[in-house]
T-cell receptor, first 117, second 112 residues
């Protein structure tokens, strides 16, 4: 079974500084995908970044980058130059296969990021 | 915009009553999912579907049933609502193998 662990319930960062949100995962699948989502106080789920298990390079999307360390089974999200609008809940998720071969997404419990002015 | 609509957006119901939440998509994607979100638990998978009439249980399926009679609609039913089912419910789809999941706006359900 797949499992995602986010060990930081809350994080604080000063505006314009970088912050790393931790995510470790557990799976026996050879092929899987890792995702990060942002959930602002308004409640919608916003996709940020994706990393495939066979991707050799770390994914980047603007100010977001994913520090993928396969041997350590970690997929940390790095946000550079934090902005006040980055204050939100952040979820790490993994896509894997069920026993029946279907796709499913498993989420961590989330990290609440607060950006201070 | 992945064309996912959840209805209703908000509902208050009494303990013991049946409740059905609807997820509608406009793009004929195969995989659809129902999650519940609770503080301290993140998003937990309730049920999912991999095609018309093909559904399976997630990690928190007790007390819930689903149906998918058409590609575009995935219904989540609470046969007899309990206070522990007070939550925010999200529907999601996956468009392709390397695609991210797209979420509906969520349904806030309160069972009193």
């Amino acid at each position: 079974a797949q499992k995602i662990t986010q060990t930081q319930p809350g994080m604080f960062v000063q505006e314009k500084e970088a912050v790393t949100l931790d995510c470790t995962y557990d799976t026996s699948d050879q092929s899987y995908g890792l995702f990060w989502y942002k959930q602002p106080s308004s409640g919608e789920m916003i996709f940020l970044i994706y990393q495939g298990s066979y991707d050799e390079q770390n994914a980047t999307e603007g100010r977001y980058s994913l520090n993928f360390q396969k041997a350590r089974k970690s997929a940390n999200l790095v946000i550079s130059a934090s902005q006040l609008g980055d204050s939100a809940m952040y979820f790490c998720a993994m896509r894997g296969l069920t026993q029946g071969g279907s796709e499913k997404l498993v989420f961590g419990k989330g990290t609440k990021l607060t950006v201070n002015p | 915009d992945a064309g996912i609509t959840q209805s209703p957006r908000h509902k208050v119901t009494e303990t013991g009553t049946p409740v059905t939440l609807r997820c509608h998509q406009t793009e004929n994607h195969r995989y659809m999912y129902w999650y519940r979100q609770d503080p301290g638990h993140g998003l937990r998978l309730i049920h999912y579907s991999y095609g018309v009439k093909d559904t399976d249980k997630g990690e928190v399926s007790d007390g819930y049933s689903v149906s998918r009679s058409k590609t575009e609609d995935f219904l989540l039913t609470l046969e007899s609502a309990t206070s522990s089912q007070t939550s925010v419910y999200f529907c999601a789809i996956i468009k392709s193998l390397k695609s991210e999941a797209f979420f509906g706006q969520g349904t806030r359900l309160t069972v009193v």
